[in-house]
């Protein structure tokens, strides 16, 4: 397993920048997820590791390997695509074992081999048969199982779930998180289901417009958001952001068109250090950190009710605040009894404050 | 405005018009089908009559003599099935062949000016037919020295059907999915082993129409062997028929018929084997 | 988007090479071969072979010679007698009857369908040597098969290839080659969305109205790339040699049999070269015609 390095790397397309400057290093046997919007350049970035595009600019390593200029076929990687790619005019085993017959593996060990990772993914029984007579998932391991056969250095992963119905997808999902922490190899996944990146990634790289917008675990990207875009990609639903300005006069508060917010004592401070009186900010607060009250909160957003959304183990409750709209989530079995007009409080430690410009303001 | 109405048919009317219509299908049809098939009857039913003649008339007896003497005819035989499978298999591996590379470089590699060529290619072969260019190809094999040759024959004919097969074979490669090639470059096979590998068991199908589609083509090709063969021992069938028919005599009309039969069996034959492998279907509206 | 090839690029022109040897020797070559021929009068024995000198444009000049231009035998009466050929046998001929089969089958799929379908196209791909043959002998005047049926009904029994050389080869040509437009067509018309024509049913569109208003309209880029296909073939074929030889004195003389006298009957090459090369000019023509169609339907589709 090795490690890989982006150093200023940059992919044009004639005039477009489909990869505009990353620079990251993924170290071994970590599995990040490049996570963001179609057109980002999640999958070209994934396509520049494997050799499939060539950098217009910058470098790349594997390992210590300068690999820039070196074709796909020497780069010693595996890579699971979408539509799986097995070849229809070969069996099973023939397509796993395709990598090896490449490297002029023998025959005897070719066969041991093939047999040992199809047993690793439960498809050991249909060796014989061909692409078209599986099923989708069986489909997906034997791809997989193609990726694995030679001990790369580096697996990369090509969205490979969507093609999948919704169920088992999520069995396919534990099954390939239980298989890289087996392997142990250094994994580049790309994906935009943000549910996928939190459960697979050790690190999440959230990307827009051909550039890394945040780099970080899960958890910090879920809870301590770099940017709106960040905030608002993660999370489902995702967070509520609402435009407001900052009063310091008085006391402390958020002041947004149909609500006044107080600042919690840490936000105050945070905010006394990097704004000013007056300053446009946006509010954030995650749908699971509101709750709903029967009676006026002081401080806290009230409006009246746009949406109910039951969906058995929580509910969506929407509100309209001004323009703006509030979705908190309630976990609760029975469906929430609703006036007309709709209280909401929030959790003050998980209040976010971000600038104009998208960036956060550290409140810890 | 006037809501113009119009007197729905009455029962009766409806069943008439029913009727009409089901007569008139059936009585185009039998048109249609008699117009194809009355100039083919005589060669159905001459070559198994001995009477040599021209007329159309039920063999009496049913003899397959003519058969017998077509085989005995040593000129007749090898032209068939000699010459004739000699040039169009030749013509049919080298087309299947070379325009199978061309159209896999046309496709994958980012070669600068694709469109113009493809447009380049069907104007050129467009203008530049074997009847139009009749002397210079005739210069051009003398000058090879391959005047009265297998391989002469060949050759020209590769270089005729070429354009045709390279722009059939173009639809073929281009609905491989990327993907496939990819993960094998991915795997570590190098271009040519993906092109043996992958691309090439996949576009197969293809290639058995264009191998077909080239067979048939120099099957019955006439000016070209015509032009360019002297030897007699070289001739394919279709020159050996014309001389038949041409400079023979009535009594060669029943034995003619017979080789007639025999040499279009193999066209008839592949023509109902690609139709029911793969359907009688148009490839980018262009299939002659 | 642009992707990152799969073949390189110095693989890719090797990969061609094959195929591009061969279409430079045998299509662009011949093109300016015929070109540097066409001016010289070079012939296969004697002085002129070995020595072949440049005559200008004396073959030309002989080819379209006012005086004698439209005489039998002669370029002039070949180019009208093509002319009539392609006209009558592929615009009106194949054309016309490909449509009228396409549409008279039109959503009547059945065995009597597949039946015509297979017989027309078999006429289409037999040999031409035995289609010939197979005519030669349905045209004989004594008893042919047309002759015997014609007869049948007291009908007048000509020697269709001695007295009507040219209607016979127009009416052949359209025998064989009508499963092209009646496939191109077919395809054509099954490609309409059935809810237009399902529209002007319910509109109550007689069946005449719906050929005028709604099909021919959307077909008519399909009918004019038959066209110009079938025209450019008919204009190149060789097959009423294999009929009638060019005769009885010239009267089925197409162009290409034309050529063919010119060049390998008397081998004087330099005047079969010119010949050649107006052949290639007039294809020119069709083909840009074609080239430029092809380009406003991609444009549009």
Same mark, same amino acid.
């Given at each position: 397993?090795?490690?890989?390095?982006?150093?200023?790397?940059?992919?044009?397309?004639?005039?477009?920048?489909?990869?505009?400057?990353?620079?990251?290093?993924?170290?071994?046997?970590?599995?990040?997820?490049?996570?963001?919007?179609? %057109?980002?350049?999640?999958?070209?970035?994934?396509?520049?590791?494997?050799?499939?595009?060539?950098?217009?600019?910058?470098?790349?390593?594997?390992?210590?390997?300068?690999?820039?200029?070196?074709?796909?076929?020497?780069?010693?990687?595996?890579?699971?695509?979408?539509?799986?790619?097995?070849?229809?005019?070969?069996?099973?085993?023939?397509?796993?074992?395709?990598?090896?017959?490449?490297?002029?593996?023998?025959?005897?060990?070719?066969?041991?081999?093939?047999?040992?990772?199809?047993?690793?993914?439960?498809?050991?029984?249909?060796?014989?048969?061909?692409?078209?007579?599986?099923?989708?998932?069986?489909?997906?391991?034997?791809?997989?199982?193609?990726?694995?056969?030679?001990?790369?250095?580096?697996?990369?992963?090509?969205?490979?779930?969507?093609?999948?119905?919704?169920?088992?997808?999520?069995?396919?999902?534990?099954?390939?998180?239980?298989?890289?922490?087996?392997? %142990?190899?250094?994994?580049?996944?790309?994906?935009?289901?943000?549910?996928?990146?939190?459960?697979?990634?050790?690190?999440?790289?959230?990307?827009?417009?051909?550039?890394?917008?945040?780099?970080?675990?899960?958890?910090?990207?879920?809870?301590?958001?770099?940017?709106?875009?960040?905030?608002?990609?993660?999370?489902?639903?995702?967070?509520?952001?609402?435009?407001?300005?900052?009063?310091?006069?008085?006391?402390?508060?958020?002041?947004?068109?149909?609500?006044?917010?107080?600042?919690?004592?840490?936000?105050?401070?945070?905010?006394?250090?990097?704004?000013?009186?007056?300053?446009?900010?946006?509010? %954030?607060?995650?749908?699971?950190?509101?709750?709903?009250?029967?009676?006026?909160?002081? %401080?806290?957003?009230?409006?009246?009710?746009?949406?109910?959304?039951?969906?058995?183990?929580?509910?969506?409750?929407?509100?309209?605040?001004?323009?703006?709209?509030?979705?908190?989530?309630?976990?609760?079995?029975?469906?929430?009894?609703?006036?007309?007009?709709?209280?909401?409080?929030?959790?003050?430690?998980?209040?976010?404050?971000?600038?104009?410009?998208?960036?956060?303001?550290?409140?810890? | 405005?006037?809501?113009?109405?119009?007197?729905?048919?009455?029962?009766?009317?409806?069943?008439?018009?029913?009727?009409?219509?089901?007569? *008139?299908?059936?009585?185009?049809?039998?048109?249609?089908?008699?117009?194809?098939?009355?100039?083919?009857?005589?060669? *159905?039913?001459?070559?198994?009559?001995?009477?040599?003649?021209?007329?159309?008339?039920?063999?009496?007896?049913?003899? &397959?003599?003519?058969?017998?003497? +077509?085989?005995?005819?040593?000129?007749?035989?090898?032209?068939?099935?000699?010459?004739?499978?000699?040039?169009?298999?030749?013509?049919?591996?080298?087309?299947?062949?070379?325009?199978?590379?061309?159209?896999?470089?046309?496709?994958?590699?980012?070669?600068?000016?694709?469109?113009?060529?493809?447009?380049?290619?069907?104007?050129?072969?467009?203008?530049? *037919?074997?009847?139009?260019?009749?002397?210079?190809?005739? &210069?051009?094999?003398?000058?090879?020295?391959?005047?009265?040759?297998?391989?002469?024959?060949?050759?020209?004919?590769?270089?005729?059907?070429?354009?045709?097969?390279?722009?059939?074979?173009?639809?073929?490669?281009?609905?491989?999915?990327?993907?496939?090639?990819?993960?094998?470059?991915?795997?570590?096979?190098?271009?040519?082993?993906?092109?043996?590998?992958?691309?090439?068991?996949?576009?197969?199908?293809?290639?058995?129409? +264009?191998?077909?589609?080239?067979?048939?083509? +120099?099957?019955?090709?006439?000016?070209?062997?015509?032009?360019?063969?002297?030897?007699?021992?070289?001739?394919?069938?279709?020159?050996?028929?014309?001389?038949?028919? *041409?400079?023979?005599?009535?009594?060669?009309?029943?034995?003619?018929?017979?080789?007639?039969?025999?040499?279009?069996?193999?066209?008839?034959?592949?023509? &109902?084997?690609?139709?029911?492998?793969?359907?009688?279907?148009?490839?980018?509206?262009?299939?002659? | 988007?642009?992707?990152?090839?799969?073949?390189?690029?110095?693989?890719?022109?090797?990969?061609? @090479?094959?195929?591009?040897?061969?279409?430079?020797?045998?299509?662009?070559?011949?093109?300016? !071969?015929?070109?540097?021929?066409?001016?010289? $009068?070079?012939?296969?024995?004697?002085?002129?072979?070995?020595?072949?000198?440049?005559?200008?444009?004396? $073959?030309?000049?002989?080819?379209?010679?006012?005086?004698?231009?439209? $005489?039998?035998?002669?370029?002039?009466?070949?180019?009208?007698?093509?002319?009539?050929?392609?006209?009558?046998?592929?615009?009106?001929?194949?054309?016309?009857?490909?449509?009228?089969?396409? !549409?008279?089958?039109?959503?009547?799929?059945?065995?009597?369908?597949?039946?015509?379908?297979?017989?027309?196209?078999?006429?289409?791909?037999?040999?031409?040597?035995?289609?010939? =043959?197979? !005519?030669?002998?349905? @045209?004989?005047?004594?008893?042919?098969?047309?002759?015997?049926?014609?007869?049948?009904?007291?009908?007048?029994?000509?020697?269709?290839?001695?007295?009507?050389?040219?209607?016979?080869?127009?009416? =052949?040509?359209? !025998?064989?080659?009508?499963?092209?437009?009646?496939?191109?067509?077919?395809?054509?018309?099954?490609?309409?969305?059935?809810?237009?024509?399902?529209?002007?049913?319910?509109?109550?569109?007689?069946?005449?109205?719906?050929?005028?208003?709604?099909?021919?309209?959307?077909?008519?880029?399909?009918?004019?790339?038959?066209?110009?296909?079938?025209?450019?073939?008919?204009?190149?074929?060789?097959?009423?040699?294999?009929?009638?030889?060019?005769?009885?004195?010239?009267?089925?003389?197409?162009?290409?049999?034309?050529?063919?006298?010119?060049?390998?009957?008397?081998?004087? =090459?330099?005047?079969?070269?010119?010949?050649?090369?107006?052949?290639?000019?007039?294809?020119?023509?069709?083909? @840009?015609?074609?080239?430029?169609?092809?380009?406003?339907?991609?444009?549009?589709?």
């Amino acid at each position: 397993m090795a490690s890989v390095t982006f150093h200023d790397v940059e992919k044009a397309f004639g005039t477009v920048k489909a990869v505009d400057g990353v620079n990251f290093t993924i170290t071994e046997g970590e599995f990040v997820c490049l996570l963001g919007p179609s %057109g980002c350049g999640k999958t070209t970035t994934l396509r520049l590791i494997a050799g499939l595009e060539k950098a217009t600019g910058g470098s790349i390593h594997i390992g210590d390997l300068d690999v820039t200029h070196l074709a796909a076929k020497d780069r010693d990687i595996g890579m699971v695509f979408q539509d799986y790619a097995l070849y229809p005019h070969m069996t099973i085993g023939e397509n796993i074992g395709y990598p090896l017959k490449v490297r002029n593996v023998p025959t005897d060990a070719r066969a041991t081999r093939i047999g040992e990772v199809a047993k690793n993914l439960q498809i050991d029984k249909l060796l014989e048969r061909r692409p078209g007579e599986i099923s989708g998932g069986q489909q997906q391991r034997t791809s997989v199982a193609r990726a694995v056969v030679h001990e790369p250095q580096v697996f990369l992963f090509d969205e490979p779930l969507s093609n999948l119905d919704a169920k088992l997808r999520l069995e396919a999902r534990s099954f390939l998180k239980h298989l890289q922490r087996e392997v %142990g190899v250094t994994a580049v996944y790309v994906t935009h289901d943000q549910a996928e990146a939190m459960a697979l990634a050790d690190r999440i790289a959230v990307m827009n417009e051909g550039r890394i917008v945040q780099m970080a675990p899960p958890l910090e990207v879920y809870h301590r958001p770099g940017t709106t875009f960040v905030a608002n990609f993660l999370g489902s639903p995702p967070m509520n952001l609402l435009p407001a300005t900052v009063a310091l006069d008085g006391g402390a508060r958020f002041v947004g068109e149909a609500f006044t917010v107080a600042m919690p004592s840490h936000v105050e401070t945070a905010v006394r250090q990097h704004l000013s009186d007056g300053t446009q900010v946006t509010v %954030g607060i995650r749908p699971e950190h509101l709750d709903l009250s029967r009676d006026a909160v002081p %401080g806290g957003f009230q409006g009246p009710l746009y949406a109910l959304e039951t969906l058995g183990p929580e509910s969506l409750v929407t509100l309209k605040v001004g323009d703006e709209l509030l979705t908190v989530r309630i976990f609760s079995d029975d469906a929430p009894q609703l006036a007309d007009t709709v209280h909401a409080a929030f959790d003050p430690e998980k209040l976010h404050v971000f600038r104009e410009n998208g960036e956060r303001i550290p409140v810890e | 405005m006037t809501r113009a109405t119009r007197t729905p048919p009455s029962q009766a009317q409806r069943a008439a018009r029913f009727v009409l219509g089901r007569i *008139t299908f059936y009585v185009g049809s039998s048109l249609f089908a008699a117009f194809f098939v009355l100039p083919l009857l005589w060669l *159905t039913v001459a070559p198994f009559s001995t009477l040599a003649n021209l007329d159309l008339r039920l063999p009496d007896p049913w003899s &397959l003599q003519n058969f017998e003497r +077509v085989f005995e005819n040593g000129f007749a035989i090898r032209a068939l099935v000699q010459n004739s499978m000699i040039q169009g298999f030749g013509a049919m591996l080298l087309v299947t062949l070379t325009a199978t590379l061309a159209a896999y470089a046309l496709s994958r590699a980012n070669i600068p000016g694709t469109t113009a060529i493809t447009y380049g290619l069907v104007l050129f072969s467009s203008v530049v *037919t074997g009847t139009a260019a009749m002397v210079p190809i005739f &210069l051009m094999i003398v000058q090879l020295g391959l005047i009265d040759t297998h391989l002469g024959v060949i050759l020209v004919f590769t270089g005729g059907l070429l354009p045709a097969a390279v722009f059939i074979m173009r639809d073929f490669v281009d609905s491989i999915p990327r993907s496939y090639e990819e993960s094998a470059m991915v795997a570590g096979a190098s271009s040519w082993r993906v092109f043996r590998d992958i691309a090439l068991p996949i576009v197969r199908p293809g290639m058995m129409v +264009v191998g077909v589609w080239a067979f048939v083509q +120099v099957w019955g090709g006439f000016l070209i062997p015509f032009i360019l063969l002297r030897d007699a021992d070289k001739m394919p069938a279709s020159v050996a028929i014309y001389s038949f028919y *041409t400079e023979a005599g009535t009594p060669l009309i029943t034995l003619t018929a017979a080789y007639s039969l025999l040499y279009t069996l193999p066209v008839l034959l592949l023509y &109902l084997f690609v139709n029911w492998r793969y359907g009688f279907r148009f490839f980018g509206g262009i299939k002659s | 988007m642009q992707r990152r090839p799969i073949l390189s690029l110095p693989t890719g022109a090797l990969f061609m @090479l094959p195929a591009g040897i061969f279409i430079v020797a045998f299509i662009l070559l011949p093109f300016f !071969w015929i070109a540097a021929v066409s001016f010289t $009068n070079r012939t296969l024995t004697g002085r002129t072979a070995v020595n072949p000198e440049f005559v200008g444009l004396d $073959n030309y000049l002989r080819l379209f010679d006012a005086s004698r231009f439209l $005489n039998s035998g002669e370029f002039g009466a070949s180019l009208l007698i093509t002319g009539q050929f392609v006209f009558f046998s592929a615009i009106i001929g194949q054309a016309f009857l490909g449509l009228a089969l396409a !549409w008279f089958f039109f959503n009547r799929k059945g065995w009597i369908q597949n039946t015509v379908t297979t017989i027309a196209i078999i006429a289409w791909i037999m040999p031409d040597v035995v289609v010939a =043959f197979a !005519w030669f002998a349905f @045209l004989n005047g004594d008893g042919g098969t047309l002759n015997q049926i014609l007869g049948f009904f007291g009908l007048p029994t000509p020697d269709w290839l001695l007295d009507l050389p040219l209607v016979s080869v127009i009416i =052949f040509n359209i !025998w064989r080659g009508t499963a092209f437009s009646m496939l191109l067509f077919s395809s054509a018309l099954g490609a309409i969305p059935p809810s237009y024509l399902e529209t002007a049913n319910v509109v109550g569109a007689s069946t005449w109205q719906r050929l005028r208003d709604i099909i021919l309209p959307m077909i008519r880029s399909h009918i004019v790339t038959a066209l110009i296909l079938i025209t450019l073939w008919t204009f190149n074929t060789f097959t009423p040699f294999l009929l009638t030889g060019g005769g009885p004195s010239y009267q089925t003389e197409v162009v290409s049999i034309y050529t063919y006298r010119t060049a390998f009957q008397f081998f004087r =090459f330099g005047s079969g070269a010119a010949v050649g090369m107006v052949m290639m000019i007039i294809n020119l023509g069709f083909a @840009l015609v074609y080239l430029s169609l092809l380009r406003t339907q991609r444009r549009s589709a």
